[in-house]
């Protein structure tokens, strides 16, 4: 098994990277999902936060208040740091979960929108970064996502700089192209992860 981390800036293209990876045939586990997951109604992710937060952060329908709840926390870095406490671990255990149900040979990629900010690159045999530049990013949040550029910039400077991130890359893939160079581009990395996965599995000659 090949454990891959994909990241990228917001904007920059990693959920298009994501999808074509898994056309080529990548187990994706999608993080941003997996912690939507673990604060479902009824689950003991949601019952925590709750406990940490107050019934406020519930929607009329018993879900979670996504809008209400970041309201709280991203204003106090301390409430920030009480429910990171309740949700990473939840999101590490259904990821390994996850990963241990892949078969050994598979290329099981990891989508972490904050592994530059939070230290993850060590977790992976293989690091692959989206690249695409400020610009293009801004046109893409403001343009697609219906962004305000103020609001485009402030997320773009909440994360990790273009730099830090390329620094862990053992992979780039500029997303400043076109989707059929970015299609090409993907595929000529899906051809190496699978490549670094069978020799992974390969054993290994004795020592002479």
């Not at 990821?95 to 598979?106: F, N, P, T, V």
């Not at 390329?166 to 076109?178: M, S, T, Y």
């Not at 699978?194 to 599995?201: D, E, F, K, L, P």
């Amino acid at each position: 098994m090949l454990k891959v981390g994909l990241t990228g800036g917001i904007g920059a293209g990693k959920s298009e990277v994501s999808r074509l990876l898994v056309e080529c045939g990548a187990v994706l586990i999608d993080a941003d999902r997996i912690a939507r997951e673990v604060v479902a109604p009824g689950t003991p992710g949601l019952a925590a936060v709750v406990e940490a937060f107050g019934e406020e952060v519930l929607a009329p329908d018993g879900s979670l208040d996504r809008p209400r709840l970041g309201s709280i926390v991203f204003a106090d870095p301390d409430k920030l740091a009480v429910l990171n406490s309740i949700v990473h671990p939840l999101v590490g255990a259904r990821s390994r979960e996850l990963e241990q149900a892949a078969a050994e040979d598979a290329v099981v990629v990891h989508d972490v929108p904050l592994l530059t900010e939070n230290g993850l690159a060590p977790l992976y045999d293989v690091v692959v970064v989206v690249d695409a530049g400020t610009e293009t990013q801004l046109d893409r949040l403001v343009r697609l996502r219906g962004m305000t550029e103020e609001d485009a910039r402030a997320r773009m400077a909440a994360q990790a700089t273009r730099e830090k991130r390329l620094e862990i890359a053992d992979v780039v893939i500029d997303n400043d192209v076109p989707l059929e160079d970015l299609r090409r581009r993907v595929r000529d990395v899906w051809d190496e992860l699978v490549r670094r996965a069978h020799a992974s599995q390969e054993p290994r000659r004795p020592q002479e």
